[in-house]
């Protein structure tokens, strides 16, 4: 995707080939910063506090992650050593374990002296997996995009509703979610994308507001309350999210409030789509609200909000009394039943057990 007309991406092996580039997103969307990584504990770091997320890209961070602690030490305590420190930076994230378990298979029953190339190679090859897997996404949902563009009067625009970032800042490129939105731009059709805040961490705001401000896609940002009223008035044509995890039944587990969404949208006969890469499905859960761990994180998300003041600070304020406490549940669960769709790099498919298993039985 493009930043101001210059294609980038969110994470690349640095020209001295030794580090790993990033753009950190904690700093977004008011500084725009580059970071390298260099090591297993600073990649660990970067999926941990955020600086890189997004289910996609934190498997592709993590794959890096490894060829980081390998290029330092291939011993298997090594290798053990970096796929336990990396699986515990982010639980509900299931793109986290299957790439890892990719660099595993890739460097386990290797001589050590390959197992740095091995592992580069692998997280290579994850990273532009993940960028075609996205590209064909995008092509999926463009087609319902255009259906409905084609029922609009006089080319009216085509609204589309997001929750969260599940854009080229959440992937290596393109995103999963606005990967139809980009190519709808792209091709001309008139589109606009209402952009949820996304409270805790703001990351429609301060993330999908800014890129697709930077690839010059209208939005507009409204509260995270918003979305219901919008869809009973007819300002929303059709819904889609990202997703951290899916279940083999079809459940969606997404950044929180997502199933509020879902609700609104099901009252509303309004089409919700979730758009995900096959590496998030998890053939292993079944009921997505009783087995999916939940990610509490820090009540400082809530309690704190950063922006930057009218003369050009960036401050972090206390938005919450003292002493109230606070809770952060960072997902919720989506049950299929309230689901259109599910958009991948094989269809659009129903989000049952069935259409899931026909479509990557490979992976089931």
Same mark, same amino acid.
């Given at each position: 995707m493009?930043?101001?007309g210059k294609a980038t991406r969110t994470i690349w092996v640095e020209a001295d080939g030794a580090t790993v580039g990033i753009i950190d997103q904690t700093l977004l969307p008011h500084r725009f910063v580059a970071a390298k990584l260099a090591t297993l504990d600073e990649a660990a770091h970067a999926i941990k506090s955020m600086q890189v997320r997004g289910a996609p890209l934190i498997g592709a961070a993590a794959a890096y992650g490894m060829w980081l602690a390998l290029k330092a030490d291939?011993?298997?305590?090594?290798?053990?050593?970096?796929?336990?420190v990396l699986h =515990?930076?982010?639980?509900?994230?299931?793109?986290?374990?299957?790439?890892?378990?990719?660099?595993?298979?890739?460097?386990?029953?290797r001589p050590r002296a390959e197992r740095a190339l091995a592992a580069l190679t692998r997280a290579n090859e994850i990273a532009e997996e993940d960028v075609a897997i996205n590209q064909a996404?995008?092509?999926?949902?463009?087609? +319902?995009?255009?259906?409905?563009?084609?029922?609009?009067?006089?080319?009216?625009c085509v609204n589309?509703?997001?929750?969260?970032?599940?854009?080229?800042?959440?992937?290596?490129?393109?995103?999963?979610?606005?990967?139809?939105?980009?190519?709808?731009?792209?091709?001309?059709?008139?589109?606009?994308?209402?952009?949820?805040?996304t409270r805790p961490?703001?990351?429609?705001a301060s993330l999908t507001a800014w890129e697709l401000n930077k690839h010059g896609v209208a939005h507009t940002v409204i509260p995270d309350n918003t979305g219901g009223h919008l869809m009973q008035h007819g300002l929303v044509d059709l819904v889609i999210v990202g997703t951290d995890r899916v279940t083999a039944q079809g459940d969606v587990c997404?950044?929180?409030?997502?199933? +509020?969404?879902?609700?609104?949208?099901?009252?509303?006969?309004?089409?919700?789509?979730?758009?995900?890469?096959?590496?998030t499905i998890d053939f292993t859960v079944s009921d997505g609200v009783a087995e999916i761990p939940i990610e509490q994180r820090g009540p400082e998300e809530v309690a704190m909000m950063t922006g930057k003041t009218l003369d050009g600070r960036i401050e972090t304020v206390q938005v919450v009394?003292?002493?109230?406490?606070?809770?952060?549940? =960072?997902?919720?669960?989506?049950?299929?039943? +309230?689901?259109?769709?599910?958009?991948?790099?094989?269809?659009v498919l129903k989000p049952d057990r069935a259409a899931l298993k026909a479509a990557f039985p490979e992976r089931a």
């Amino acid at each position: 995707m493009k930043i101001d007309g210059k294609a980038t991406r969110t994470i690349w092996v640095e020209a001295d080939g030794a580090t790993v580039g990033i753009i950190d997103q904690t700093l977004l969307p008011h500084r725009f910063v580059a970071a390298k990584l260099a090591t297993l504990d600073e990649a660990a770091h970067a999926i941990k506090s955020m600086q890189v997320r997004g289910a996609p890209l934190i498997g592709a961070a993590a794959a890096y992650g490894m060829w980081l602690a390998l290029k330092a030490d291939a011993s298997d305590e090594a290798l053990g050593h970096a796929y336990t420190v990396l699986h =515990a930076t982010r639980p509900t994230a299931i793109n986290l374990k299957w790439a890892l378990d990719e660099m595993m298979a890739a460097v386990r029953n290797r001589p050590r002296a390959e197992r740095a190339l091995a592992a580069l190679t692998r997280a290579n090859e994850i990273a532009e997996e993940d960028v075609a897997i996205n590209q064909a996404i995008g092509r999926n949902g463009l087609k +319902l995009i255009e259906a409905i563009a084609a029922q609009k009067k006089n080319g009216a625009c085509v609204n589309v509703l997001t929750h969260c970032n599940a854009g080229w800042l959440a992937t290596v490129d393109w995103g999963t979610a606005t990967a139809p939105i980009y190519m709808a731009h792209d091709k001309g059709l008139p589109i606009h994308v209402f952009a949820d805040e996304t409270r805790p961490r703001n990351q429609g705001a301060s993330l999908t507001a800014w890129e697709l401000n930077k690839h010059g896609v209208a939005h507009t940002v409204i509260p995270d309350n918003t979305g219901g009223h919008l869809m009973q008035h007819g300002l929303v044509d059709l819904v889609i999210v990202g997703t951290d995890r899916v279940t083999a039944q079809g459940d969606v587990c997404n950044k929180i409030g997502t199933y +509020l969404k879902a609700l609104a949208a099901a009252d509303n006969n309004v089409p919700f789509y979730v758009a995900l890469p096959s590496p998030t499905i998890d053939f292993t859960v079944s009921d997505g609200v009783a087995e999916i761990p939940i990610e509490q994180r820090g009540p400082e998300e809530v309690a704190m909000m950063t922006g930057k003041t009218l003369d050009g600070r960036i401050e972090t304020v206390q938005v919450v009394p003292d002493g109230s406490p606070v809770a952060n549940y =960072a997902f919720d669960v989506t049950p299929a039943r +309230l689901v259109t769709g599910l958009i991948t790099e094989r269809g659009v498919l129903k989000p049952d057990r069935a259409a899931l298993k026909a479509a990557f039985p490979e992976r089931a």
